[in-house]
């Protein structure tokens, strides 16, 4: 192995926040406020296999993260960080990496080709390395946002992390190529937000549901479900809290879990526990949609406000539900065994409300297409102030938590309250929105809606993979806008989504076919879909879409949970007049950085070579 030149740790030495540690001794303490007590509260395995860990504290006062990175077994460094879709180009991220002979901690960056390069800025501060029982742990922290361009701004919603080892001694930090190392990915919302968890009642029971000893499929994905039911007898109740059950062992592979309750309609629902997507899966399990509980890796129990709690049991309530499990095994590791799910705390001391789930958003139509090739094409579903003046009560609703829903194109997902024609507050918004992690999200600020009021949920999606126009609906290649909101009290209305007047979309149809020489057919007999399929995808087709998505009356589904319409003309309605919009958030920061190195000198730990 070659040994740095002076010249190298001359280079080393001008950038002062490079930290030499030692792989021997291991052991710091900078000068360095230390994280809190019970200092990281949130967890989660990054590679498949669980050798690598990260743990984690939010400070709102400070606006910093504290992260605990814990490395079972240590080959020659480690690079973590975070991009703007799980990309290891033009990542930001921190590195531990030795020559073979010192060890060093250092902030850095990688290019759009992977290339890794020393950060001049060092925003990443390490508090500590030592050995630990379980492995290497490092600690250290960033603030939100660090002002340097070359960093990643922590936000609320989805954050992707990313993940390499390497598994050689590197001359320099220029010298690493995250082409070249066993990389990877994993989806946390690290802004958890900071809410006093409620008391529980004295007479709150708990009820597991579980998958049933499963043998874990050696294959990427799969979607177990398996279907469960309440006691004979099971009188109406309030779950008050659910929380995670995760096997030992396979905290890596559970993903994410959800339990639904089926539809009342059936008396009796069959037996079934396996792939959801299995040829001997009954059909009459697709009527098991009502969402009782959802959790995705690195979240924690979820709480209901002390006043609400979500029903179950009871008359009018089916006795069956079904549990879905999502296995990530891109290993396609064998022989685990699974009995993860989901425990439910629920009182029979019913509370003063109901809480009830409201679908925003736009309605599961192909009248609402993303064209193909497409970057961050736009759709918006409204929730219009006819609707809420009519199926709110006077005293208006209070939303508390959110679920966003898309389908594979979704990059990005917004739902605003509209007061007034202003816009007034964000009820939840994601900038880095995956639909590979999608959860129940308890909102840092419930947020009071009142008759009269708009919802606007807007969807970004990107096409650029597909040759096809992707409409809207319910198979997984076509697309959904959707936010499931949690609120209380519990209302009739379920569905509060719109979608284009389909009159005006077959007018779209004849302009492209009059002013582009194709043959669209617009005949009756071609389904949307199809006339989809034969646009010719050029700009004028691709801009008069857009505006036309932008201006044309809607149809809305201002819908009862027995899924009829409250009464009143929801055709042809015009899209709700917003005056004022929200300000985008505003950097303070400087403007100008001095992207100089510091001129701090190297800390150096440990002595001596081991």
């Known amino acids: ?52 860990e990260l743990s984690w504290n939010v400070s709102y006062a400070q606006k910093t993260v504290h992260f605990q990175l814990l490395v079972q077994e240590l080959k020659a460094g480690v690079l973590f960080g975070m991009s703007d879709r799980g990309e290891l180009e033009n990542a930001d991220l921190v590195v531990l990496w030795t020559d073979g002979d010192s060890t060093y901690f250092g902030d850095a960056w990688s290019d759009q080709r992977g290339q890794i390069h020393l950060d001049s800025r060092q925003d990443y501060q390490l508090l500590r390395a030592r050995r630990t029982p379980e492995g290497l742990s490092l600690i250290f922290k960033r603030p939100f946002d660090t002002c340097d361009p070359k960093d990643y701004l922590i936000e609320d919603g989805t954050v992707h992390l990313v993940y390499g080892v390497l598994e050689e001694p590197f001359r320099t930090l220029e010298a690493i190529n995250t082409s070249g190392l066993q990389t990877g990915l994993q989806r946390v919302q690290l802004l958890k937000p900071s809410i006093p968890i409620p008391a529980l009642p004295v007479d709150t029971h708990t009820m597991e549901i579980r998958t049933p000893d499963v043998l874990i499929p050696d294959q990427p994905t799969t979607y177990w479900c398996h279907i469960t039911e309440l006691p004979d007898g099971f009188s109406r109740h309030h779950i008050v809290m659910y929380e995670p059950i ?5 905290e890596a592979l559970v993903h994410h879990m959800e339990v639904f309750q089926c539809a009342a309609q059936f008396e009796t629902f069959p037996q079934f526990s396996g792939p959801c997507d299995s040829k001997m899966k009954p059909g009459r399990l697709n009527y098991c949609r009502h969402v009782l509980a959802a959790w995705a890796l690195g979240a924690k129990a979820f709480y209901y406000p002390e006043e609400a709690g979500l029903a179950f049991g009871g008359a ?295």
């Open 1 to 52: 192995m070659q040994v740095p030149s002076p010249s190298t740790r001359e280079a080393a030495s001008m950038y002062g926040t490079v930290v030499a540690i030692f792989l021997v001794i291991l052991v710091a303490t900078l000068q360095s406020s230390a994280p809190p007590e019970n200092p990281f509260p949130y967890r989660v395995p990054l590679d498949p296999e669980g050798s690598l």
């Open 246 to 250: 995760v096997t030992k062992g396979n």
């Open 316 to 610: 009018g309530s089916s006795r069956f539900l079904r549990l879905e499990v999502h296995y990530h095994n891109p290993l396609k590791i064998q022989g685990r065994r699974d009995s993860s799910g989901i425990r439910l705390h629920y009182t029979a001391t019913l509370r003063r409300f109901d809480a009830g789930i409201m679908e925003l958003g736009l309605v599961y139509s192909p009248v609402m297409a993303i064209p193909p090739r497409e970057t961050a094409f736009v759709l918006t579903g409204y929730c219009t102030d006819k609707c809420t003046q009519l199926a709110l009560p006077p005293s208006g609703i209070h939303i508390f938590a959110s679920q966003l829903h898309t389908h594979l194109t979704g990059r990005k997902v917004v739902t605003v309250l509209v007061r007034d024609g202003r816009e007034t507050e964000i009820v939840n918004r994601d900038d880095h929105y995956s639909p590979h992690f999608q959860e129940i999200r308890m909102l840092k600020k419930t947020v009071s809606v009142r008759p009269g009021d708009v919802l606007v949920t807007s969807c970004t999606y990107n096409t650029e993979d597909r040759e096809l126009a992707t409409v809207g609906g319910f198979g997984i290649l076509e697309e959904m806008c959707v936010n499931y909101v949690h609120y209380y009290p519990q209302t009739q209305l379920e569905v509060c989504k719109s979608t284009v007047d389909p009159g005006f979309l077959r007018e779209y149809f004849h302009l492209v076919n009059r002013f582009n020489g194709e043959e669209v057919c617009t005949c009756p007999q071609a389904s949307v879909p199809e006339q989809f399929a034969a646009v010719p995808w050029n700009s004028f087709n691709r801009d008069v879409l857009r505006a036309l998505y932008g201006f044309a009356p809607i149809s809305m589904h201002c819908n009862k949970s027995s899924a009829v319409r409250f009464q009143g003309e929801w055709n042809r309605q015009p899209l709700p007049e917003i005056i004022s919009k929200l300000e985008e958030p505003t950097s303070h920061c400087p403007a100008s950085q001095d992207q100089s190195p510091s001129s701090h000198p190297v800390v150096n730990i440990g002595g001596g070579k081991g």
